[in-house]
C-alpha cells in the first residue's frame, strides 16, 4: 500500500519556517509521498522557495511532487523558484510525468476559463483568444502527460481546479478564474485514479469529474478547516 500526502497554498514567506517545518514533520509520519498542489511560495520569490527548500531537506525524506501555482509566478521569477525547489529534490511537473513507487504523476498549473456551459469559448477578440488558449495549452499538456503514464494508478496534479464542485463556497463571481472543466477532459480520457488541487481556499474539498473521478481540492486552508490534526489530504492506494 502507497500513501500520499497532497496540500496546496502553503504560501511560504521569507520568514515561514515554522510552518512548514510543522507540516513536513507530520507528514513524513503519515505518508509515502508528498504531493504539492501549488501557490507552494507567497510572491513567488527566490528566497521564500529557499526557505521551503532549506525545510524540505531538512525534514522530509520521501519523494516530493509538485505544479507551481499563481502566487508562484507573482513576481516573474518562476524559472528560478522551480530550479530552487528541483535542487531541493522535488519532481515537477509539467509536460513530463513522473512514476514513483509504482504510481504515475502526471500535472501543470493549469489556468483559468470557468465551467461547463459557462465556460469562456474560443471566440471573439484576441485577447480572450489567447486567454482560452492558455488553458486549451495546458490541458494539452497533461494530456501528453497522463498518455505516457503505464501504471495502474494514475493521479493529476494541479493548481486550479478542473470541476465546478470543489470550488462552491467561494463568489459565483470569481468561478471563472479558479479553474477550467478543460482540465477535466484528460482527466476522464485516461482513467485518472484521482486529481489533486489548490488555489480555492474556500472551496470544497471533494468533487467530480462528469467520468465520476474524485477531485480534492487540498488548499491548506479547506484542510486546516476540514482536518485541523493533519492539515493535508491522505490517499491510500
Do not use: W
Not at 87 to 110: H, I, N, R, S
Not at 129 to 146: M, N, P, Q, Y
Amino acid at each position: 500500500m502507497t500513501t500520499i500526502a497532497a496540500v496546496g497554498d502553503i504560501h511560504v514567506t521569507e520568514s515561514g519556517a515554522p510552518a512548514c517545518r510543522e507540516l513536513f514533520e507530520d507528514v513524513c509520519a503519515h505518508a509515502d509521498i508528498l504531493v504539492l498542489c501549488g501557490d507552494i511560495t507567497n510572491r513567488g520569490l527566490p528566497r521564500e522557495a529557499e526557505v521551503f527548500a532549506e525545510e524540505l531537506f531538512a525534514r522530509c525524506r520521501m519523494p516530493v511532487i509538485g505544479v507551481l501555482g499563481n502566487h508562484d509566478c507573482e513576481s516573474g521569477k518562476e524559472r528560478e523558484v522551480s530550479d530552487i525547489l528541483c535542487q531541493a529534490g522535488v519532481t515537477m511537473l509539467d509536460e513530463e510525468p513522473c512514476e514513483v513507487q509504482g504510481v504515475g504523476f502526471a500535472g501543470v498549473k493549469g489556468f483559468c476559463g470557468g465551467f461547463d456551459r459557462h465556460a469562456l469559448s474560443l471566440f471573439g477578440e484576441d485577447l480572450i483568444k489567447r486567454f482560452v488558449h492558455e488553458t486549451v495549452e495546458d490541458a494539452l499538456r497533461l494530456e501528453r502527460g497522463l498518455a505516457k503514464l503505464r501504471t495502474p494508478h494514475k493521479i493529476a496534479v494541479l493548481h486550479y481546479a478542473p470541476v465546478r464542485a470543489t470550488v462552491e463556497g467561494e463568489p459565483p463571481e470569481i468561478f471563472p478564474f479558479l479553474g477550467s472543466s478543460r482540465l477535466a477532459e484528460p482527466i476522464d480520457r485516461y482513467g485518472v485514479t484521482a486529481a489533486f488541487h489548490g488555489h480555492a481556499h474556500n472551496g470544497t474539498l471533494e468533487g467530480r469529474t462528469l467520468g465520476g473521478v474524485p477531485v480534492y481540492n487540498v488548499a491548506h486552508a479547506i484542510m486546516r478547516r476540514v482536518k485541523p490534526e493533519h492539515p493535508y489530504y491522505l490517499l491510500e492506494l
